[in-house]
């Protein structure tokens, strides 16, 4: 599992499962669009908006348990402020960041699906 | 800003004590749009520091020192109160220019023309505009392109791309200055309105129509990005004094002025499935905390976290919407993001130290993912009181209410 949701109770305080559902989903409905947008950026070498999509990715990633994730969003923070962006390192970069985020979609998914597995009576 | 200069005023102090040497110097600069005062006299160079008027001061010694002795040394003859605004030009020689750079770098002088031979002839000229420039003084030269020399041939279409762009730079350049130049009058008119204690509420729309106007330009973005810091405090004292807005209550106040932009609604208080079973059971006032986050997925937890802990939360993800919250809500603390969409949090943090309002002694919360060393010492001296590096804990929010004595 690449998300651990109990983390969320660790950060925020009580919270009920349907609000956890919503942070999720949330959750994941930014992930995806920061992902977008950073394809976005990293093709139009817009290294500035790079590095600041990383940095919040890197502390959201964190309520959530996606360890994997900030620590890959932090390494990207890192690489996109650097004075020197070699090609070879932004692709390597970039598939890790792109795995991460399916694997944290994923396991978003699953969470969501048993929970709503959870609920039928 | 332009304005008309008296007929005493001048644009350039020449200070030579050979005149002779610097005639080629001197008649360049007066065949421009320059107007001269050439002079070797050290009490006119005083009188002329004095003069309420931008100017640029050109010192032409034979020895760079020199020029650089007498200049501080009048310098000094004239108290602070006394002073007024010019840039320092020295000349030298070419063997000389290496002293004259590091003097450069070293803010000694603003610029420095080699004069002894004069290699480039009009360069005086140009260095001159530009100085004038930063002093605000423009002289709207202006003269159509150069022919081109007997031989030289330019394809057409890049003749046409040289004057396109040309004319479209300069035209820029002219709604720009008129734009300024409105502004200051819709400025000096509210001022006005508002030292008779009677806003007046047409004067107030224009000026706002100004602010946003010269808000969607991006000609000249470094004083742009100034000039912007500067609006957003005019517009959050345009929200507090606006007559229109005046006497609305607080529920219509915020749903009409303060538009929540699209991406801000999955975090509305009155979503049910986010407010069941966590309201407190009492109805005593609750202690307001004011959010200023710009990422959406941060903010709905920072939110929860604070509404698990019985805040009352008001959050924007604006900078100047901030600015306006704090001048007309009360509040028990703030938190404050860094890179916010309008303007820096820092910014924001240290504007309020200097404001007269109801949280003036609000303590102040950073709240960021960056923990350098220079960021957090810009904190310090913004007058934040906590440095919190994200994500928001709620551990770390339990400590600073037991450190404010805030129950929660």
């Not at chain 2, 007929?7 to 360049?28: A, G």
């Not at chain 2, 031979?117 to 159509?144: D, M």
């Not at chain 2, 005019?234 to 106040?253: G, H, I, Q, V, Y």
């Not at chain 2, 009155?270 to 905390?289: E, F, V």
């Amino acid at each position: 599992m690449s998300i651990d949701p109990n983390k969320i109770t660790e950060y925020v305080g009580d919270i009920s499962d349907a609000e956890r559902s919503e942070m999720l989903t949330n959750f994941k409905q930014s992930l995806k669009d920061r992902q977008s947008e950073l394809q976005a950026a990293i093709k139009s070498q817009n290294w500035p908006a790079c590095a600041q999509l990383t940095h919040n990715l890197k502390s959201n990633a964190l309520y959530f348990g996606a360890d994997k994730l900030h620590e890959v969003s932090q390494a990207g923070e890192k690489l996109f402020l650097s004075a020197t962006l070699e090609t070879n390192d932004l692709h390597a970069w970039l598939e890790k960041f792109n795995q991460q985020c399916q694997l944290v979609l994923s396991s978003i998914d699953s969470v969501l699906k048993d929970e709503r597995h959870d609920q039928k009576p | 800003m332009t304005k008309n200069r008296d007929k005493n005023e001048f644009h350039v102090f020449f200070y030579t004590t050979n005149r002779k040497d610097d005639e080629l110097l001197i008649h360049t600069l007066q065949d421009s749009k320059l107007i001269l005062n050439v002079s070797n006299s050290k009490l006119a160079l005083v009188e002329c520091l004095k003069q309420e008027f931008g100017k640029i001061i050109l010192m032409s010694q034979e020895d760079i020192h020199d020029s650089l002795a007498l200049y501080y040394q009048c310098l000094a003859l004239v108290p602070d109160n006394q002073l007024h605004d010019h840039s320092l030009l020295i000349t030298c020689s070419r063997q000389d220019e290496k002293q004259a750079f590091q003097y450069f770098l070293s803010r000694a002088i603003d610029d420095y023309l080699l004069s002894r031979p004069l290699y480039e002839v009009q360069r005086p000229v140009t260095v001159c505009y530009q100085q004038l420039e930063k002093l605000g003084i423009y002289l709207n030269h202006s003269a159509p392109l150069p022919q081109l020399k007997a031989g030289q041939t330019l394809p057409e279409e890049k003749e046409e791309l040289l004057r396109v762009g040309v004319e479209r730079k300069n035209r820029l350049k002219v709604e720009f200055d008129k734009l300024l130049k409105e502004f200051d009058q819709a400025i000096s008119d509210t001022e006005a309105s508002l030292q008779q204690n009677e806003p007046d509420e047409s004067l107030l729309q224009n000026l706002q129509e100004q602010l946003s106007t010269l808000k969607q330009s991006n000609f000249r973005p470094r004083l742009i990005r100034l000039q912007h810091s500067a609006l957003d405090l005019l517009d959050a004292l345009l929200l507090k004094f606006s007559p229109a807005r005046e006497d609305k209550p607080e529920e219509t106040e915020e749903s009409d002025t303060v538009d929540m932009p699209q991406d801000e609604m999955p975090l509305q208080t009155d979503s049910p499935s986010l407010n069941q079973d966590i309201q407190p059971a009492d109805t005593t006032k609750k202690a307001r905390i004011l959010l200023v986050e710009d990422d959406n997925v941060s903010a709905m937890m920072s939110r929860k976290l604070l509404e698990n802990l019985g805040f009352e939360v008001h959050w924007t993800s604006l900078g100047r919407r901030a600015l306006a919250y704090l001048q007309t809500h009360q509040y028990t603390l703030i938190l404050m993001d860094i890179n916010l969409p309008d303007t820096d949090g820092l910014m924001v943090a240290d504007q309020l130290s200097h404001m007269q309002c109801v949280n003036s002694d609000t303590p102040v919360a950073i709240l960021t993912g960056n923990k350098h060393k220079n960021l957090v010492q810009r904190a310090a001296k913004s007058g934040a009181k906590h440095y919190i590096v994200k994500p928001l804990h709620i551990d770390t929010m339990i400590k600073l209410c037991q450190q404010y004595q805030i129950e929660v």
